[in-house]
């Protein structure tokens, strides 16, 4: 079992910055990718960002230029600096990580945008 704990979010005005950090415990070996997912009121789960254990990075095109992933395979954690923040990126935000072939979840963190 993989626990994954997330932190960092929280209430911000539009234009700026918040920094999410996601830590993983338990059975770690072998944790391969690790990314975000996060979820508005009322929509489905979507994807924001996905890294593989060698670094490389993909991400949704609604936040590509704003929002850089990033981790630190020592410590298993993973990171989502949001930059240019908008309304509409208010969500709560989801830590994911897979490790032969499961899909762990963390329990989410709010991240509010708003004046």
């Known amino acids: 079992q993989v626990q994954l704990v997330e932190s960092g979010g929280g209430l911000v005005q539009p234009g700026g910055s918040l920094r999410l950090s996601c830590a993983a415990s338990?059975?770690?070996?072998?944790?391969?990718?690790m990314g975000w997912h996060r979820q508005a009121p009322g929509k489905r789960r979507e994807f924001v960002a996905v890294?593989?254990?060698?670094?490389?990075?993909s991400y949704a095109d609604s936040v590509r230029g704003r929002f850089t992933i990033s981790r630190d395979n020592a410590k298993n954690t993973v990171y989502l600096q949001m930059n240019s923040l908008k309304p509409e990126d208010t969500a709560v935000y989801y830590c994911n990580g897979v490790r032969l072939a499961t899909v762990y979840w963390g329990q989410g963190t709010q991240v509010t945008v708003s004046s």
């Open positions: 890294i593989t254990t060698a670094g490389a990075a």
């Open positions: 338990g059975s770690t070996f072998r944790l391969d990718a």
